[in-house]
């Protein structure tokens, strides 16, 4: 995991911090999407799901994500109908 966290050797973009141009301190960036990190800022805590893991935690946050909509949906359904 200390390599996951070491500091890049070379720096992934360049850009200028509070330039005159409007969108030139705008870097475009692409690296991968895994490992996953997740903050937790009241814990203070960062949670690192490693790449081989990456795809089981995405179908189960998706899973839930779905379920707590299908609930919000059906509590404001049933909002409607005590009104």
């Known amino acids: 995991m200390s390599d996951i966290l070491a500091t890049p050797t070379k720096p992934i973009g360049t850009g200028a911090t509070n330039s005159s141009k409007p969108g030139s301190s705008n870097v475009d960036v ?29 179908s189960q946050y998706n899973k839930l994500s779905d379920m707590m909509a299908e609930l919000h949906s059906a509590n404001s359904a049933v909002q409607l109908c005590e009104t």
């Open 30 to 58: 692409k690296v991968p999407a895994e490992p996953l990190c997740f903050l937790r800022p009241e814990m203070g805590e960062v949670i690192v799901v490693p790449a081989e893991d990456a795809n089981a935690v995405r």
